[in-house]
């Protein structure tokens, strides 16, 4: 018996392309069979998809999940006073505990709105991976580490034994090796994370790149781009995960273009900080994936994918001045086929027999989604979280007729609000790291 069918369902597929109406049948976790035939009703859950489409669920390729407690705190700042007046002081407060449920009301929150795999790029990653392992979602996990600051090194261990830990011990959780930047990160120590990533067969998720000025800097004192630096240091020999790369050079994205690499492109970030748009264009021309990426809450405030289809497909026909550019098939390819190529995932991000079934349902009943035309449009341009109806992943519904299954809000709330608190009334916090003015 299956456990799932959709029946006549509406489907956009990873590659943005409008499939039709299918039926669609779920066993053991996979896509079993897509027909245009009748499936039948011999299932243990049978949905009428009459009035929703089917799509791969969103994936999220750079976030910093558990900043939920930034949210709405850092506003109308220049990105330097950002990290060295505001996140980095506060950071240094953080317990395991802080992270655990600030990580649970960001996975609530990213199921919410369709995302049904994500990489994180943090501290305490274990507890990150406790909350991935109870409520079903799909991770990529890098516990992020600095080469210098109080205690570097333990912190360093403790990124590498969380790295062995958890890679390939569950279905739905990866795990990177997470150096934080070139920038915070020296040579020596991207050498010898680079060595071991590749000796161990992990993926490695660091930040470069992230603006001109940043590349500008690393020139200076380098001689090398950070990006050059990731290729002499070895880094870019493993799958490489690059947030941002906002400041790549043309020399850079030939070094790209020859490499396993994806990019994370987090607009609204970008927009916020002014940090401008980057190469989009010019880096996927070169054959490189680009997934869109939500950041942490304290630049986007939200850590949710639609809003960055939105932004991303206008700030960039906006850029290039060229309205027929990023087409709707593609800004939907860059948040599910092509953001499952950014993270190394072969399996997930598509509509297809024998893929994952991360799928999600969007109903059209709500009135700014009629009438209906180009139902891309509408998920790019127009989609809520609450159009979303049902959130599945490995096969399970982890939200339901537009309902979460088994969060306790309040609870979570409650938590939440009593440690951000406790966190933004520390004194004398030590800064973690300097952002370079």
């Given at each position: 018996?299956?456990?799932?069918?959709?029946?006549?369902?509406?489907?956009?597929?990873?590659?943005?392309?409008?499939?039709?109406?299918?039926?669609?049948?779920?066993?053991?976790?996979?896509?079993?069979?897509?027909?245009?035939?009748?499936?039948?009703?011999?299932?243990?859950?049978?949905?009428?998809?009459?009035?929703?489409?089917?799509?791969?669920?969103?994936?999220?390729?750079?976030?910093?999940?558990?900043?939920?407690?930034?949210?709405g705190m850092l506003e109308d700042m220049t990105i330097q006073d950002w990290f060295n007046k505001g996140i980095w002081v506060v950071e240094g407060g953080l317990t395991e505990d802080d992270v655990y449920w600030a990580a649970l009301l960001a996975v609530y929150e990213m199921i919410d709105s369709g995302i049904t795999t994500?990489?994180?790029?943090?501290?305490?990653?274990?507890?990150?991976?406790?909350?991935?392992?109870?409520?079903?979602?799909?991770?990529?996990?890098?516990?992020?580490?600095?080469?210098?600051?109080?205690?570097?090194?333990?912190?360093?261990?403790?990124?590498?034994?969380?790295?062995?830990?958890?890679?390939?011990?569950?279905?739905?959780i990866t795990t990177s090796l997470g150096p934080h930047a070139p920038y915070t990160c020296p040579p020596d120590l991207l050498r010898e994370a680079a060595g071991i990533a590749k000796k161990e067969g992990w993926k490695i998720h660091i930040h470069a790149a992230e603006t001109k000025e940043q590349t500008e800097d690393s020139l200076e004192k380098y001689g090398m781009t950070p990006i050059e630096i990731l290729a002499d240091t070895g880094i870019l020999e493993s799958h490489t995960i690059i947030a941002h790369a906002l400041g790549v050079t043309d020399g850079d994205m030939d070094?790209?273009?020859?490499?396993?690499?994806?990019?994370?492109?987090?607009?609204?970030?970008?927009?916020?900080?002014?940090?401008?748009?980057?190469k989009v264009k010019e880096i996927m021309e070169k054959g490189v994936k680009i997934g869109f990426g939500t950041d942490g809450q304290g630049s986007s405030n939200t850590v949710n994918i639609w809003e960055q289809m939105r932004l991303g497909a206008l700030f960039l026909k906006y850029h290039y001045n060229d309205p027929t550019k990023f087409t709707l098939s593609e800004i939907i390819k860059m948040a599910t086929k092509d953001a499952a190529k950014v993270l190394g995932m072969k399996d997930v991000g598509d509509i297809k027999e024998g893929y994952k079934a991360d799928l999600i349902t969007i109903s059209?009943?709500?009135?700014?989604?009629?009438?209906?035309?180009?139902?891309?449009?509408?998920?790019?341009?127009?989609?809520?979280?609450?159009?979303?109806?049902?959130?599945?992943?490995?096969?399970?519904f982890l939200k339901r007729d537009g309902l979460l299954v088994g969060f306790d809000f309040d609870l979570t709330r409650r938590e939440i609000e009593k440690r951000k608190k406790r966190l933004f009334s520390l004194k004398g916090q030590k800064l973690l790291q300097y952002y370079p003015a």
């Open positions: 018996m299956k456990d799932v069918i959709f029946k006549g369902i509406l489907i956009v597929n990873g590659d943005g392309e409008i499939v039709g109406r299918r039926d669609v049948a779920i066993r053991d976790g996979i896509i079993s069979k897509i027909s245009r035939e009748d499936l039948g009703t011999y299932a243990k859950e049978v949905i009428d998809g009459k009035e929703l489409l089917l799509m791969p669920g969103f994936i999220n390729t750079h976030t910093h999940a558990e900043m939920v407690y930034f949210r994500f990489a994180d790029h943090y501290f305490f990653m274990d507890k990150v991976a406790e909350v991935v392992d109870k409520v079903g979602i799909r991770a990529d996990l890098a516990w992020a580490f600095f080469g210098s600051g109080e205690d570097w090194e333990e912190k360093f261990e403790r990124a590498l034994r969380f790295t062995q830990n958890w890679h390939k011990r569950s279905n739905r070094i790209l273009s020859k490499h396993r690499v994806g990019i994370s492109y987090a607009p609204k970030t970008y927009m916020k900080l002014a940090m401008g748009a980057g059209f009943s709500s009135p700014y989604l009629s009438p209906l035309g180009d139902p891309r449009a509408h998920i790019i341009y127009t989609l809520q979280n609450k159009d979303i109806r049902d959130v599945m992943v490995d096969g399970k």
